[in-house]
Nanobody
């Protein structure tokens, strides 16, 4: 079972940037589709971005498209989320997730992911 550990969250002013990282515990990282989700207080967990196994294809929620970039380094067992032009509404706990099934169908559904990290808080002050 893979363990995921997020880092890089924090407090940032509106318009600022953050880079989140998610390190996986095992060497089969390259076999997982990886995703980032977020959950604000009182709201459901929502999709942010996903990346296929080879990093050749990426997907983004409309709310972050153009402001976020997901990437992965399979040699380092790590997936990243670069966030720019942050807004107050980006404030949430950010989670990374791993999916065993190689297909990227339904990539935006949390239920399609098998492993989750503990989350990292991102707070954007306006």
């Amino acid at each position: 079972q893979v363990q995921l550990v997020e880092s890089g969250g924090g407090l940032v002013q509106a318009g600022g940037s953050l880079r989140l990282s998610c390190a996986a515990s095992e060497g089969t990282f390259s076999s997982y589709v990886m995703g980032w989700f977020r959950q604000a207080p009182g709201k459901e967990r929502e999709f942010v971005a996903a990346i296929n196994r080879s990093a050749g294809t990426t997907y983004y929620a409309d709310s972050v498209k153009g402001r976020c970039t997901i990437s992965r380094d399979n040699a380092k067992n790590t997936v990243y989320l670069q966030m720019m032009s942050l807004k107050a509404e980006d404030t949430a706990v950010y989670y990374c997730a791993a999916r065993r099934r190689p297909s990227t169908n339904s990539y935006a559904l949390p239920s399609r992911y098998d492993y989750w990290g503990q989350g990292t808080q991102v707070t954007v002050s306006s």
